[in-house]
């Protein structure tokens, strides 16, 4: 079970995206856990998942977030505009894919 936060300013939009992940991810028989949240609550869950996707808009927080993430090996990135833009669940289940079998 890979599991995931996905965090933007609310929660609102990468809730959207968190829903399609999962219904990428089941056609493809992957087993993911998506959880959308604001970027307020990263502490609450940062020690229970695997890979954090962080929205475009939040880039500038990008290198804290990774130095808060170091500690619980959790695998850091910001979602692509293109794909957070149409909320193509595809595309980031993609991306988190090429996230967490990329060799640290």
Request: a neutral charge; aromatic letters at 6%; one cysteine or more.
């Amino acid at each position: 079970m890979i599991r995931v936060l996905l965090v933007c300013g609310s929660g609102a939009s990468s809730g959207f995206m968190a829903a399609n992940i999962r219904k990428a991810a089941e056609k493809r028989g992957i087993e993911v856990s998506v959880e959308a949240r604001s970027d307020s609550e990263i502490d609450d869950y940062i020690d229970s998942i695997d890979c954090l996707m962080i929205g475009p808009h939040l880039k500038y927080i990008e290198a804290e977030l990774r130095e808060k993430a170091k500690p619980f090996n959790v695998r850091v990135a910001v979602m692509d505009p293109k794909y957070y833009a149409t909320l193509d669940g595809e595309k980031a289940l993609e991306h988190i894919m090429r996230l967490i079998n990329e060799k640290k």
